[in-house]
C-alpha cells in the first residue's frame, strides 16, 4: 500500500462526462493498483476555463482536503483533471498558488515523494510540472505531468521532473510498445502500467516494456 491523497473533480462539466467517465476511473484504479485512498472534490459546474472568482472556491476545498487528510508520511499525491501548461483548472490551482500547494504537500511528504498530475499539459517544458518540482525539490519530490492533451491516464506525453525528460521519448525504440501499453489501458483495468510506473527504476521499465508483445 502506498499512503498518500488521491484527488478528482466530483462533477462532469456541462454536457461532457469528463469526471465520470476518466478522472474518477483513473482514482478507483489508481486505489485498486496501490491502495491509496481518494477524494472527489467539489468543483460545483466545473464551467470556468480560467482563474475566475468562482474557481477560488474550488481551491479552497482543495486545500482543505489536502490539510485534513491523514498523514504523514505521504509515499503519492496524484491528481485527475483538467490540466494547462501553467495550471491544474479543474481544482483551480495555477502557477500563483504552487507556493501554497508545495507547502500542504510539503507538510505531509516523506522525502521522495512521486507527485503525479494525470493532467493535459501540465508536464510541457516549464511548466506546472516543473514549477512545482522546484518547489518541492527540497523534499526530493518527482513529479510527472502530461506534455500533450490527452485522456486522463491513457496519455503516453508523460514528463518526470527532474530533469524534464520524457518517461520514454518518441525517438527511443520502445516508444511503440509503452505508446500502445498506456494508450490500451484507457477501457482496460488489468493494463496498469500508467499506474506502476512512477515507482519503477528505468531499468525495470525497460524489461517489462522488452517482455510486451
Excluded at 93 to 102: D, F, G, P, Q, T
Excluded at 122 to 144: H, T
Excluded at 148 to 168: L, M, Q, Y
Aim: glycine share 10%; with cysteine.
Amino acid at each position: 500500500m502506498r499512503l498518500g491523497l488521491t484527488l478528482a473533480p466530483k462533477h462532469n462539466r456541462p454536457g461532457r462526462s469528463d469526471a465520470t467517465g476518466a478522472f474518477h476511473l483513473g482514482t478507483k484504479r489508481f486505489r485498486d493498483v496501490h491502495g491509496t485512498p481518494f477524494e472527489h472534490f467539489d468543483n460545483g459546474t466545473n464551467d470556468e476555463e480560467h482563474n475566475g472568482p468562482g474557481q477560488k472556491k474550488i481551491r479552497d476545498r482543495v486545500f482543505e482536503i489536502m490539510r485534513t487528510h491523514p498523514g504523514p508520511p505521504w509515499d503519492v499525491f496524484a491528481y485527475f483533471g483538467h490540466g494547462i501548461s501553467n495550471g491544474l483548472p479543474s481544482a483551480g490551482i495555477y502557477s500563483s498558488n504552487i507556493k501554497a500547494l508545495a507547502e500542504l504537500i510539503r507538510a505531509k511528504a516523506k522525502p521522495g515523494i512521486v507527485v503525479l498530475l494525470y493532467a493535459c499539459l501540465a508536464g510541457s517544458p516549464g511548466g506546472f510540472a516543473a514549477k512545482l518540482q522546484a518547489a518541492l525539490a527540497d523534499k526530493n519530490a518527482r513529479v510527472y505531468g502530461h506534455a500533450s492533451a490527452g485522456r486522463a491516464f491513457a496519455n503516453a506525453d508523460k514528463t518526470v521532473h527532474p530533469p524534464g525528460h520524457f518517461v520514454v521519448a518518441k525517438s527511443d525504440a520502445l516508444w511503440r510498445k509503452w505508446k500502445q501499453t498506456i494508450n490500451a489501458s484507457d477501457g482496460n483495468p488489468k493494463i496498469d502500467l500508467w499506474a506502476r510506473f512512477p515507482f519503477m527504476s528505468k531499468e525495470q521499465l525497460v524489461a517489462e516494456l522488452n517482455g510486451l508483445k
